[in-house]
T-cell receptor, first 109, second 114 residues
Framework: QKEVEQNSGPLSVPEGAIASLNCTYS??????FFWYRQYSGKSPELIMF????GDKEDGRFTAQLNKASQYVSLLIRDSQPSDSATYLC?????????FGKGTRLHILP | NAGVTQTPKFRILKIGQSMTLQCTQD?????MYWYRQDPGMGLKLIYY???????DKGEVPNGYNVSRSTTEDFPLRLELAAPSQTSVYFC?????????????FGNGTRLTVT
């Protein structure tokens, strides 16, 4: 069974600090990696995706991928109270997209 | 654009009843997915489809059935509902134009089986 692992948290980060969210995956054949944000009672929404080793930046968000270590992370700079949510890591292998359990992030004002 | 539309929004079922969760999308996406999300947990893939007439099992298919007779519609059928099927169900679609194309989610159906 292909697996995606995340620390469920909660992860508490002071406002303005950097939040670091981590994800590991078991399938070495995985092709693409996604980070979704989900507010309570809402549908997941895409933050960003990454498919090449290294870093990808989009505004305050940076995704990092290390395929050799089967590890993907999301950094959120200058954390805001509106960033408080659950962050879901998703991994695409073939046509399936598998999600981790999500990490609850709480930004402390 | 309506995007991905799920009906109903809420439903309460008695044990042993059956129902169909409806999902339709107007983006002409070939790929469609059904996930369930239990409280405080991530999304578990139930079934997916890569086009009309083609469906495949995901991580947790037991107790569910799907069909894909058109590109737009991907209904999920629950037969003999059990309390373990109490969950929020999300339907999603994606374009096949790129292997990086993201999932577009519906608003979910909250199902309670008592």
């Amino acid at each position: 069974q292909k697996e995606v692992e995340q620390n469920s948290g909660p992860l508490s980060v002071p406002e303005g600090a950097i939040a670091s969210l981590n994800c590991t995956y078991s399938d070495r054949g995985s092709q693409s990696f996604f980070w979704y944000r989900q507010y309570s009672g809402k549908s997941p929404e895409l933050i960003m995706f990454i498919y090449s080793n290294g870093d990808k930046e989009d505004g305050r968000f940076t995704a990092q991928l290390n395929k050799a270590s089967q590890y993907v992370s999301l950094l959120i700079r200058d954390s805001q109270p509106s960033d408080s949510a659950t962050y879901l890591c998703a991994v695409k292998g073939g046509d399936k997209i598998i999600f981790g359990k999500g990490t609850r992030l709480h930004i402390l004002p | 654009n309506a995007g991905v539309t799920q009906t109903p929004k809420f439903r309460i079922l008695k044990i042993g009843q059956s129902m169909t969760l409806q999902c339709t999308q107007d983006m002409n996406h070939n790929y469609m997915y059904w996930y369930r999300q239990d409280p405080g947990m991530g999304l578990k893939l139930i079934y997916y489809s890569v086009g009309a007439g083609i469906t495949d099992k995901g991580e947790v298919p037991n107790g569910y059935n799907v069909s894909r007779s058109t590109t737009e519609d991907f209904p999920l059928r629950l037969e003999l509902a059990a309390p373990s099927q109490t969950s929020v169900y999300f339907c999603a679609s994606r374009s096949e134009s790129s292997y990086n194309s993201p999932l577009h989610f519906g608003n979910g159906t909250r199902l309670t089986v008592t």
